[in-house]
């Protein structure tokens, strides 16, 4: 390798760092000591890659909080899979669940709103994906059903926290509007699939790659940006003044929604180019990094 051409590249990279800063702090007039909120992601995120929280990272939370600056989570996951971590985090603000679709408050259990997908394009979401190497889920209130075997999804269901109900078949679950539709498979596969799925649907639903193995399908009226502000609008506070931190494709239009979009180092290259700050760091210890520079400074 030539070492001139890495080391300019480094040093490119070092640059654009800088001006992203540069850019928050002067262009875009943003006071360092405005914000009042964090909305972050969970998976790639907040949680390492053991889906824990860990000390470290709870020290600086409490230090934002001390200066008044509060912590929620905005998450693909359903709301039960995603509340053993709200309550590792110490949220007891109302949370952004499946994409948007859901906010519930962790302190009460109060559905907060809630956002279902027609059942028939449910439907027919599932049956298109049965054409293609992915797996099929439908949640509904807080149930993931399946249709695929056990022994293929053990471990997507601990990472989850939650049990599958196996149905054969699925769409026979939908008995109802369900929440969201998940699909899953190899990075390829849901490549292929969604493209083709956003030229067949179009703006009939939302569509979003939480992971490169992941198509969510919910609402289309929804996504982590609409959850951001509404729930702004709830607990009075503006969303320029609310820090998004994410690291996949759902977390644009939290990004677009917040005063500060935030990257942490592990998001696509293609999502940080919407970002207003891309970490040096990953997952939590970005989240650390966005915490060191834009609430204790």
């Known amino acids: ?24 702090k002067m262009n875009w007039g943003i006071n360092m000591t405005q914000f009042k909120l964090i909305a972050a992601d969970l998976d790639g995120t907040l949680l390492d890659d053991r889906y824990t929280v860990l ?8 230090k934002a909080r001390e200066l008044g600056v509060e912590i929620t989570v905005a998450t ?15 949220v007891k603000l109302p949370v952004i669940a499946s994409n948007g679709s859901v906010i519930k408050d962790p302190v009460t259990g109060t559905l907060v709103h809630q956002f279902t997908l027609d ?33 293929q999804t053990r471990r997507y269901s601990e990472a989850l926290k939650v049990d599958f109900v196996y149905k054969d078949p699925l769409e026979e679950a939908i008995t109802e509007d369900p929440i969201m539709v998940v699909l899953r498979g190899s990075d390829e596969e849901v ?13 009939r639903v939302y569509l979003a790659n939480s992971k490169p193995f992941f198509i ?20 009075n ?61």
């Not at 890495?6 to 928050?24: V, Y």
């Not at 693909?76 to 110490?90: C, M």
């Open 237 to 297: 506070i503006k969303p320029e003044e609310v820090i998004a931190i994410g690291d996949g494709w759902n977390d644009l239009e939290m990004f677009q929604a917040a005063g500060l979009g935030a990257a942490v180092a592990n998001a696509p290259d293609e999502l940080k180019e919407h970002a207003g700050y891309v970490c040096s760091e990953t997952t939590y210890k970005g989240v650390i990094e966005v915490i060191k520079n834009f609430v204790l400074k």
């Open 119 to 151: 059942k028939s394009l449910a439907v027919e979401v599932l049956n298109m994906a049965r054409n293609y190497e992915v797996h099929r889920f439908v949640n509904l209130h807080d149930v993931f059903y399946t249709d695929a075997p056990g022994i």
């Open 55 to 62: 000390p470290e990272l709870m020290l600086y939370i409490n």
């Open 216 to 235: 969510d399908v919910n609402h289309p009226g929804v996504s982590k940006g609409t959850g951001l502000i509404d729930l702004c609008q709830r607990i």
């Open 1 to 24: 390798m030539n070492h001139r051409v890495w080391d300019s590249c480094e040093a490119a990279k070092e640059r654009t760092q800088r001006w992203k800063k540069f850019r928050i």
């Open 191 to 203: 490549a292929r699939l969604t493209e083709i799925m956003r030229n067949h649907f179009g703006d």
């Open 76 to 90: 693909g996951r359903l709301y039960p899979s995603a509340l053993p971590f709200v309550r590792d985090l110490g």
